[in-house]
């Protein structure tokens, strides 16, 4: 396929998912655009949240954190409330970003304790924000290469101090001061990358807590969430958020095991990277997001555009204004089948998507266009239709997008294979294995090379082991695990006797 050459979809309504016509627009009604036109935005209920969130959520990066000199972000956010999304995006690593959402709010009047206060629309919305400090307190290590503790705010209060400064800069005066009743509805353990952050985020949970010593984010966050004061960091009993989550774009591992460790109810919500490269990776949608999805997390996707990457953008982190993509895809790769991919995901709830330009032509319209994008059912395309759409990721890079992302991780054998033996019967016990790019099948049980049963893969959500027991079992016998994936391949475990 010629690189200039637009993408075609063999699909029975490519009419109506894409423009053959306009580079990168979507197909919208021919008549004249208005706000007041637009079709009631698609919802799904949020996991295991009592709450009903909009396919499309607004990320808050793109223009509402890089600013271009002639954007403003705040008519941004209001255009999104005008249309009716209701998932809002934050986070204190970006930079003026819940500063210009508190503008909107002010215009929107969602700020508690004023006379114009609008309590119905506050509670309409479900807005997430975010911290990339994984320690509770100020009595913490030096940091170090795998326990990142970064803040634009003040460590001396750990994760507390973003929390604080969140509804500060979103509901009060940005000095540190929020009204009586401000809250934001969740807060997550932001970029986590490895397996050292998460011992430190539960650290107080899954070890005692000492209220004058070392404890993670999480227990802090907690009494924040429960109105309890178990850290002593909560004299005042507040409660300021409602629900505690993670995120995570880079470790498909570190993500499961966040799900795996939480046997306190803690974490209601992932957000996590998922685009039509993700497969070309070591993926999430194959490992993690099933282990969100069977403990019925609500999930989040972002990188949808991979930041970018699939544009103009260098396959990098963005950080100035000139990363901003401020096109509407392009003929090659329309905008909206990569939305539709990450939203028919299995599992996938909501997408936050950052928006470089609004504007009043529709077609020109980041915001509208993705709108319109986002209004698909999760079960909406097939597996051979998302297949196709995968494609267009080779006309981005040759593929080559997801920079944040580990490399290619083919199927492995399952983990931690153990074998135990009482009187005749042999117990093999075992932990998942992981995805290559299909999706795990069963196990096979194999006993001296031969194939005695085998069980269906199901995600654990807890890090308890799958077990099979072999009866009669002799002296001298040797065990193996093998996992097998949708497509037949298989990898082993070594073989183990009692």
Same mark, same amino acid.
């Given at each position: 396929m ?6 075609? *979809?063999?699909r ?7 423009? %053959? ?34 396919? &499309? ?14 954007v ?7 255009? %999104? ?26 215009? *929107? ?33 030096a ?12 460590? /001396?209060? /750990? %994760?507390?101090?973003?929390?604080k ?21 969740m807060?997550?353990?932001?970029? &986590? ?15 005692? *807590?000492?209220?004058? /010593? ?62 039509v ?19 019925n ?72 266009q ?31 997008t ?39 099948s069963?196990?096979?049980l ?28 002799q002296?001298g ?18 073989? &183990?006797?009692?």
């Amino acid at each position: 396929m010629k690189q200039d050459e637009p993408y075609k *979809l063999n699909r029975r309504n490519f009419i109506r998912l894409s423009a %053959a016509t306009t580079a990168g627009a979507s197909l919208l009604p021919l008549d004249s655009f208005a706000l007041d036109k637009l079709p009631a935005p698609m919802k799904r209920k949020f996991g295991k949240i009592d709450f009903e969130v909009t396919t &499309l959520g607004l990320g808050g990066q793109a223009s509402i954190q890089w600013t271009p000199e002639d954007v403003d972000p705040v008519p941004i956010i209001l255009k %999104a409330f005008q249309m009716g999304i209701n998932y809002y995006d934050t986070s204190n690593l970006y930079g003026p970003s819940q500063t210009n959402f508190g503008k909107a709010f002010r215009k *929107l009047n969602l700020i508690p304790g004023e006379e114009s206060y609008d309590e119905k629309l506050r509670k309409s919305i479900f807005l997430t924000t975010k911290t990339h400090i994984r320690w509770g307190n100020n009595k913490f290590p030096a940091d170090t290469d795998t326990v990142r503790n970064w803040t634009n705010g003040d460590h /001396g209060m /750990g %994760a507390i101090g973003d929390l604080k400064r969140s509804l500060s800069q979103l509901f009060g005066d940005g000095q540190g001061n929020y009204p009586e009743g401000a809250y934001v509805d969740m807060i997550l353990a932001h970029n &986590l990358n490895f397996m050292e952050e998460v011992d430190v985020l539960f650290k107080g949970l899954e070890t005692p *807590l000492d209220p004058d /010593g070392e404890f993670g984010a999480f227990v802090a966050l907690r009494d924040y969430r429960d109105g309890t004061n178990l850290t002593g960091l909560n004299p005042k009993h507040e409660k300021l958020v409602k629900h505690i989550g993670f995120s995570g774009h880079y470790s498909a591992p570190v993500m499961m095991e966040m799900i795996q460790r939480d046997r306190f109810d803690l974490l209601d919500a992932m957000l996590i990277a998922i685009n039509v490269n993700d497969r070309r990776m070591f993926n999430m949608q194959y490992n993690a997001i099933p282990l969100a999805k069977a403990k019925n997390m609500g999930i989040i996707a972002m990188k949808v555009f991979a930041d970018g990457a699939m544009y103009d953008k260098d396959a990098k982190w963005s950080n100035v204004p000139a990363d901003v993509v401020r096109r509407v895809g392009t003929k090659a790769i329309p905008s909206r089948p990569l939305v539709e991919y990450s939203l028919t995901t299995p599992g996938v709830h909501t997408a936050i998507i950052g928006i470089g330009q609004i504007d009043d032509d529709p077609m020109k319209c980041q915001l509208v266009q993705n709108f319109y994008a986002a209004q698909i059912g999760p079960d909406e395309l097939s597996e051979t239709e998302r297949r196709e759409l995968e494609e267009l990721g080779l006309k981005a890079k040759d593929g080559k997008t997801n920079y944040f992302q580990i490399e290619k991780h083919e199927l492995s054998a399952p983990n931690d294979v153990r074998v135990e033996k009482a009187g005749t019967v042999a117990e093999v016990s075992w932990r998942m294995a992981f995805a290559g790019d299909e999706p795990l099948s069963h196990y096979e049980l194999l006993k001296n090379g031969q194939k005695v049963s085998e069980l269906e893969h199901k995600p654990l959500v807890t890090k308890d082991k799958m077990i099979y027991r072999f009866p009669d079992s002799q002296p001298g016998d040797h065990f193996q695990v093998v996992a097998v994936d949708r497509i037949g391949r298989k990898a082993s475990s070594e073989s &183990l006797t009692a």
